[in-house]
């Protein structure tokens, strides 16, 4: 997760169990769920980003997307809006791969960056004390030992839900 981003992360205690996650990783084998808040509304309600992410080469700090496919890593991403408030929009997103910054640049490319995003995002004046509204919602695995899948969730925290109260006051 980038540091800002609260939620649900998974570990190893040991190194062959490292491993192993590295290995569903790498495969594909995870099924990660986040929810943000945009600092705009899509204008559509659902779809999917495939886009490949290289570094910006005006800020080391940052990413951006190309159409070239001799660069970047490509990253994939489904995204599906919950709920508008005004010019905000609370939105999940279903990761199908996991590059860094991969959901803030994905956001940024829809034209909606991320609520309390200093790096691809900008202050807003209704939120200004607003910290990153990204949170890793959910995480599907396929445990050793275990037939089916298993789901971990982490519930929302509170900066999300007073940011949705302050929304639904604003906007509805």
Same mark, same amino acid.
């Given at each position: 997760?980038?540091?800002?981003?609260? /939620?649900?992360?998974?570990?190893?205690?040991?190194?062959?169990?490292?491993?192993?996650?590295?290995?569903?990783?790498?495969?594909? #084998? *995870?099924?990660?769920?986040?929810?943000?808040?945009?600092? =705009? *509304?899509?204008?559509?309600? #659902? =779809?999917?980003?495939?886009?490949?992410?290289?570094?910006? $080469?005006?800020?080391?700090?940052?990413?951006?997307?190309?159409?070239?496919?001799?660069?970047?890593?490509?990253?994939?991403?489904?995204?599906?809006?919950?709920?508008?408030?005004?010019?905000?929009?609370?939105?999940?997103?279903?990761?199908?791969? /996991?590059?860094? !910054?991969?959901?803030? *640049? !994905?956001?940024?490319?829809?034209?909606? $960056?991320?609520?309390?995003?200093?790096?691809? /995002?900008?202050?807003?004046?209704?939120?200004?004390?607003?910290?990153?509204?990204? !949170?890793?919602?959910?995480?599907?695995?396929?445990?050793?030992?275990? %037939? %089916?899948?298993?789901?971990?969730?982490? $519930?929302?925290?509170?900066?999300? %839900?007073?940011?949705?109260?302050?929304?639904?006051?604003?906007?509805?």
């Amino acid at each position: 997760l980038d540091k800002d981003t609260s /939620g649900l992360i998974i570990t190893a205690k040991n190194p062959e169990t490292e491993a192993w996650l590295q290995s569903r990783f790498k495969k594909r #084998k *995870v099924r990660k769920i986040y929810a943000a808040i945009l600092a =705009g *509304v899509p204008r559509n309600r #659902k =779809g999917i980003i495939e886009a490949r992410l290289v570094r910006d $080469p005006r800020n080391r700090k940052r990413f951006t997307w190309t159409d070239d496919d001799s660069r970047g890593k490509y990253a994939k991403t489904a995204w599906f809006v919950i709920q508008t408030f005004g010019p905000y929009s609370l939105v999940l997103f279903k990761l199908y791969t /996991g590059r860094t !910054h991969q959901i803030r *640049v !994905h956001s940024r490319f829809l034209g909606c $960056p991320i609520l309390g995003d200093p790096i691809y /995002g900008q202050k807003d004046p209704r939120f200004p004390g607003a910290t990153l509204m990204l !949170h890793a919602k959910s995480l599907t695995i396929r445990i050793p030992g275990k %037939k %089916k899948p298993v789901r971990f969730t982490a $519930p929302i925290p509170r900066r999300f %839900k007073k940011t949705i109260r302050m929304l639904r006051e604003l906007y509805t």
